[in-house]
């Protein structure tokens, strides 16, 4: 991966949804935690920090006894794809933008995916859920460490607790629609743009920082 994000603006890309095609992987395993869970529940609980799943979900119907980083990362390493068409387009924005991930999913699985589908190099830094379970401080965490302004930075998500957060932050965010939730929940979190496939990027990036 690059060492330093040098002069460019910030480009911060969730991962899960975004970059990686995850979401059947980890309803699996969700479903294994809570098993009359379905996948509109499921979805829902990205309507807030993930991290905080327990406290709307209903109480007594989840299970204790499954950790669900231990089930998902095998999955993760050997049944989840990059979304077709992200790494073009990812190795393209790198030219012109500092690349940082923002995700809720642990760090070094995350690299290790990374390095996996060649893409880990065209990335500044990864920031897991071992970083911090806040998006918003870890946002703070990319303002402090490379002197630079929420209006230096645009956020790439797919979910309205991510697009929470970034307004938290002030960050301007651009939703996609191929991850975990919908255009129809994302337009609640009143991102900039919404972009129905990976090819739109770059443009609605370019206009997030020229408005």
């Known amino acids: 991966m690059k060492e330093e994000a040098d002069d460019k603006k910030i ?13 059947q992987a980890a309803f699996a395993v969700h479903k294994m935690i809570s098993p009359h869970i ?15 799943w327990r406290e709307t979900a209903d109480p007594g119907t989840h299970r ?23 790494l073009e387009i990812i190795k393209n924005l790198s030219r012109s933008y500092a690349l940082i991930i923002v995700s809720s999913t642990i760090t070094s699985p995350i690299r290790e995916f990374m390095e996996q589908h060649e893409a880990a190099q065209y990335f500044t830094e ?61 337009l609640k979190g009143n991102p900039l743009y919404i972009v129905e496939k990976p090819e739109e990027l770059p443009t609605a990036i370019l ?4 408005k």
């Open 126 to 186: 990864i920031m897991g859920n071992d970083v911090h379970q806040s998006k918003v401080e870890k946002m703070k965490m990319v303002f402090a460490k490379y002197k630079v302004s929420p209006e230096q930075c645009v956020f790439i998500t797919d979910t309205l607790g991510d697009l929470k957060e970034a307004s938290e932050a002030k960050v301007d965010a651009i939703g996609v629609s191929w991850g975990f939730q919908n255009k129809e929940t994302l």
């Open 64 to 86: 204790s006894d499954i950790d669900f980083f231990t089930e998902y990362l095998p999955k993760m390493k050997n049944e989840v794809k990059m979304v077709p068409g992200i």
């Open 38 to 52: 379905v996948e509109d529940d499921y979805r829902g609980w990205f309507e807030g920090n993930i991290n905080n």
């Open 207 to 210: 206009n997030s920082f020229r």
């Open 11 to 23: 480009v911060l890309f969730d991962f899960d949804g975004v970059i990686a095609d995850s979401f």
